[in-house]
């Protein structure tokens, strides 16, 4: 983040906390609204990037828990806990361990990248590998919360989707209007929800003069909204939207069919590809999951379905760093190099 107050004082007025409660912020929001030149080019628009990789924990999962950990504090729970494909979990012990409060979180075994799992028990979190899916785990964590006292802080709980409505404010702040298309990668459904009725909200009070088409992007393998069914065992190299019953089904169809927007799917090559692009060509290191908004715009653009000359905002929702691993996938061994600059010039094609 920028430095900034944090999501909840930034937008008061737009974010209620209960009366007297303590404000629980680790400086979440304010992350760039970046041009991409090499991407405007590629698609004839004019297209940003909506870096939430900036965020404290290096998702845009922050700007949703700084308001459900400050509401569990203000109810006077100890404990929280959380279903995740690895960002929910950073985000979640991060901000519980700023508020004195104990974390579980839940996460499929083998199937969160490592840079996940590395903050979770940095932060201090109960760390509970469940033999399941992110699914399985959503359904445990609600029946957990249900019946003992520790609150849930996945975006079923309404109070995280008010935080993430901070993001499609952010941008028409910035933008002084509101893009005339924006793509989002799609899992659980949450975001692309709030980012709709954050729109929503601007367009109502007058803020805006018209709202954006919403574009929803999942990973082939795991495309439930698609193809209008549940998947049972959703795959995909982008691990963080491996979901195949997405909790805000509603939301996102709403977000779609009120913005006339669209959901499309795309293999893990196309992912891969646009995730290799973006760090390569525009400098932005996001995970996979995140690259699906930006392989989503160069499908339909390369279709026909993008309108030439329009804004476009991709949101890319997580950090590079988040998932090592893929980032060195089919790095072959390089051979040591003595100090010597000559050497040096050699491995470098220089001479
Ligand atoms: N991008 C990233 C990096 C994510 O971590 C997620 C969701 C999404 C996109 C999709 O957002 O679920 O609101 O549609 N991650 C959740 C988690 C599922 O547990 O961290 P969504």
Not at 148 to 170: C, D, F, H, M
Not at 229 to 245: D, H, L, Q, Y
Request: net charge negative; hydrophobic share 45%; charged share 15%.
């Amino acid at each position: 983040s920028a430095g900034g107050p944090g999501i909840i004082a930034a937008y008061r007025d737009r974010v209620p906390v209960p009366e007297g409660a303590e404000v629980i912020t680790l400086g979440e929001g304010g992350t760039p609204l970046l041009p991409a030149p090499h991407l405007s080019d590629r698609v004839g628009a004019e297209v940003f990037l909506k870096v939430e990789g900036s965020n404290p924990t290096g998702s845009f999962k922050d700007r949703g828990m700084t308001v459900a950990i400050t509401h569990a504090k203000a109810a006077g729970m100890a404990a929280v806990i959380c279903a995740s494909t690895g960002n929910t979990s950073a985000s979640a012990s991060a901000y519980a361990a700023r508020a004195g409060m104990t974390s579980a979180v839940l996460i499929p075994r083998g199937k969160i990248a490592q840079g996940k799992l590395a903050q979770a028990v940095a932060y201090g979190a109960k760390v509970l590998q469940i033999e399941g899916n992110f699914d399985d785990c959503l359904e445990l964590a609600q029946k957990t919360a249900a019946e003992y006292p520790i609150g849930l802080v996945n975006s079923v709980n309404p109070v995280r989707l008010i935080g993430q409505k901070t993001a499609a404010w952010e941008i028409c702040d910035a933008l002084g209007r509101a893009p005339d298309v924006h793509c989002l990668p799609v899992g659980n459904a949450g975001n692309i929800t709030a980012y709709w009725r954050g729109y929503s909200e601007y367009l109502h009070d007058g803020l805006v003069a018209a709202a954006p088409r919403m574009f929803g992007f999942q990973a082939a393998g795991a495309a439930p909204l698609v193809l209008g069914a549940p998947v049972a065992n959703p795959e995909t190299v982008a691990t963080a939207i491996r979901v195949g019953s997405p909790a805000s089904w509603k939301g996102a169809v709403t977000a779609r069919d009120e913005s006339g927007g669209l959901f499309d799917k795309l293999t893990d090559e196309e992912i891969l590809s646009a995730y290799r692009l973006l760090s390569s060509r525009e400098g932005v290191f996001v995970e996979p999951s995140s690259a699906t908004s930006v392989a989503g715009l160069l499908k339909v653009a390369g279709d026909g379905r993008l309108p030439a000359g329009s804004t476009v905002v991709c949101t890319v929702t997580g950090h590079g760093l988040k998932d090592p691993d893929t980032a060195l996938l089919g790095l072959a061994e390089v051979e040591p190099v003595p100090v010597d600059a000559s050497a040096v010039a050699a491995a470098l094609e220089l001479a």
